[in-house]
């Protein structure tokens, strides 16, 4: 998946901050610093080619990359709200409890969902610190010094 954006700030020799339009695809995997509503989002990008402050660049994430977050985003808490709706259910129907039976079930279903999300959070770290999941600058489109000579 290519896209185009600005390089706003250079955080290390290898990191940079790049401003560009939301992908409908990329939806808010945590790897961006935006909020739902916002058109530009703010991402971290491998910049081993050395863009600078101001350069227009084409940067590049594997589909499969985007694809495999937004699963361990969005499956993952659905199945743990699944599995502890429908485990619960049944689980109280064998053991003869059949008051509140929905009630208790749907609570408990939120309750894994959420320990799924804690589990996410714990492990973002280790999510953002993996170049796998990062976007590449590719190219340098326009310079932001070719820019100053115009």
């Not at 954006?5 to 955080?11: D, Q």
């Not at 699963?71 to 064998?94: D, E, N, R």
Request: positive net charge; aromatic residues 8%.
């Amino acid at each position: 998946m290519n896209q185009h954006g600005y390089i706003v700030e250079i955080v290390d020799s290898v990191t940079a901050k790049l401003k560009l339009k939301r992908h409908s695809a990329c939806a808010s995997c945590g790897k961006c610093a935006t909020t739902s509503e916002e058109k530009d989002i703010i991402v971290e990008v491998d910049n081993t080619i050395g863009a600078k402050v101001g350069d227009r660049v084409e940067v590049n994430m594997e589909t499969v990359n985007v694809l495999k977050a937004a699963f361990i985003a969005y499956t993952i808490p659905l199945v743990a709200l699944l599995s502890g709706t429908v485990g619960t259910f049944y689980f109280l129907k064998m053991i003869s409890i059949t008051n509140n039976i929905e009630i208790i079930s749907g609570l408990v279903g939120l309750i894994f969902t959420f320990i799924s999300f804690l589990i996410l959070k714990k492990n973002d770290k280790k999510f953002r610190g993996s170049k796998e999941y990062i976007p590449i600058v590719t190219r340098i489109i326009v310079s932001s010094e070719s820019e100053m000579i115009l």
